[in-house]
């Protein structure tokens, strides 16, 4: 766990100010949580109301010491010691995560920080049950947009996000990978050795409680993922789809950087499947089709 976070970089104010202590922050989110019908949109309907507060304002101290020993048992018994937070109210929050319609309070992240900063990010997204034409499309799109200096962010699935962290690894990128579960977990376990590789030499993002994660079955923990994707959407400048069906959980990612303004690029293959109806929705909200990194860079930059 780091040092003291800070709520604002104006030497007099912090005078006044009260540094944000990690752990804190950290039990208190985890109590949050294990109150009845928590959700990320409750949360967010709790932070409206309480706009300067951040968790450990809104907790009682033996709630928190309670649950601080509870998550650093959790945390020890997965052998993770180099973590750290993001919260709400501190300087390093980044602030584009409020454009999400349910804004996470506390962020989990092992890795490279500096990384949610990278000047040029792109998330790319798609099916789990990817194509071998899909997986090509993935592979070429990743490593035209490394070239490019983009740093590559997905969701660690199965599938298109597995290429796309992989690919952008071979080629020598940065990638960032925003997980639905909580970062003392690994989904799916194929990918543990894959999360430990970004967690040790690129950026790894959770905002998913992980108590609350390991006190409820895989059901109740499927909610999580949705909400990853809109952080790793508001983490991003524009997301791209590479494939998916009409059900598939991308569409998550696909109707939220619609929602928090950012470009959404469709690739034109989608278009051409007569059994898709999701490209032309979205296209007439405002996603664009491309046919290669080009079309992306040049609506880009």
């Known amino acids: 766990m780091e040092s003291l976070l800070h709520r604002t970089n104006d030497p007099a104010a912090a005078l006044t100010c009260p540094p944000i202590v990690p752990s804190r922050e950290m039990a208190a989110y985890e109590a949050l949580w294990t109150r009845k019908k928590t959700s990320f949109k409750t949360l967010a309907e709790c932070f409206r109301s309480n706009p ?28 993770i010691s180099d973590f750290g937070i993001r919260v709400h109210g501190s300087t390093d929050y980044p602030e584009r995560l409020r454009d999400a319609a349910h804004p996470v309070e506390l962020l989990y992240y092992r890795g490279w920080w500096d990384l949610v900063d990278a000047p040029k990010r792109i998330a790319i997204v798609g099916s789990r049950n990817v194509s071998e034409d899909g997986v090509r499309r993935t592979r070429k799109l990743t490593g035209l947009l490394v070239k490019a200096g983009y740093t590559i962010v997905s969701g660690l699935a199965k599938g298109v996000d597995t290429v796309a962290h992989t690919t952008a690894m071979a080629y020598g990128g940065s990638t ?43 059901r109740s923990n499927r909610l999580f993922f949705p909400e990853r994707n809109a952080t790793m959407s508001a983490i991003a400048q524009a997301t791209v789809i590479v494939e998916a069906s009409d059900t598939s959980g991308t569409l998550a990612q696909a109707r939220a950087a619609l929602h928090q303004g950012r470009k959404l690029f469709i690739l034109d293959s989608c278009f051409l499947n007569p059994d898709l109806s999701w490209p032309r929705q979205f296209e007439e909200q405002g996603a664009i089709c491309v046919t290669s990194v080009d079309d992306i860079q040049a609506a880009l930059e």
């Open 52 to 79: 300067q507060s951040t968790p450990s304002e809104l907790v009682s101290d033996e709630e928190i010491n309670t649950h601080l020993s509870l998550v650093m048992e959790k945390i020890s018994q997965a052998n």
């Open 176 to 218: 960032i990978a925003v997980i639905g579960t909580p970062i003392t977990q690994s989904y799916p376990p194929e990918n543990r050795q894959l999360q430990e590789k970004i967690a040790e030499h690129h950026l790894l993002i959770s905002q998913v409680p992980i108590c609350r994660y390991a006190d409820q079955d895989y």
